[in-house]
């Protein structure tokens, strides 16, 4: 489950670094995309930085979070897929094969049974890169998260969570679709979680 995370000026020197480190030179649209990310946290519905392959290499884009449901009465918005099963839905099918991207943040929340919020972010590190995937709708594409099987980290907390990649994989991830069965099938690494109160770490 992902519903709320944080992106700040680390986010975008995180983003610079793996564009970089695919061997691209950032291109005028990506550098465009980077001057409009501030310190915030990104709600389902909004816009936000992603990650996505362009012309064969990485640009950054700004994307809706969020899948719209409007067939018959069905009607809502749907944030996270599986990465279980998004593979084989009609909703995901096309992304996960064709329109894969990368969602980057500082950090994530998740609340746990007694609504007691907890961040998480990776240790020694100041991005996450999380998986997702994209589908175009008619005011532009839209994006959601993939999630997976709570790693010891999160599961105190909840029984899901995002599809965390190390930078290496999150290139794989936009630009090798032969790699995708096998990212999909990966256990995050863990994370360092906190409160007001507490940092938690975890080895």
């Known amino acids: 489950m992902c519903g709320r995370y944080h992106i700040d000026d680390d986010t975008t020197k995180e983003i610079e670094k793996l564009i970089r480190q695919a061997g691209e030179r950032l291109s005028q649209e990506t550098a465009a995309a980077l001057l409009r990310i501030r310190e915030t946290d990104v709600h389902p519905t909004e816009e936000a930085p992603v990650l996505l392959a362009a012309g064969g290499g990485i640009g950054c884009a700004w994307l809706r979070w969020g899948f719209p449901l409007q067939q018959g009465t069905e009607k809502g918005l749907?944030?996270?897929?599986?990465?279980?099963?998004?593979?084989?839905?009609?909703?995901?099918?096309?992304?996960?094969?064709?329109?894969?991207?990368?969602?980057?943040a500082s950090s994530f929340y998740e609340w746990d049974s007694g609504r007691t919020k907890f961040s998480f972010r990776q240790e020694q590190e100041n991005a996450l890169f999380m998986a997702g995937c994209c589908r175009p709708y008619r005011d532009g594409e839209h994006f959601v998260i993939l999630t997976t099987a709570a790693n010891s980290s999160m599961e105190p907390v909840h029984d899901r969570m995002p599809l965390i990649l190390s930078r290496e994989e999150a290139i794989c991830w936009l630009l090798d679709p032969g790699r995708t069965d096998e990212l999909l099938r990966k256990v995050p690494a863990p994370l360092e979680r906190g409160t007001d109160y507490e940092q938690l770490r975890f080895f």
């Open 78 to 104: 749907v944030f996270n897929a599986r990465c279980e099963s998004a593979a084989e839905k009609p909703l995901f099918r096309e992304g996960i094969r064709h329109r894969r991207s990368i969602v980057p």
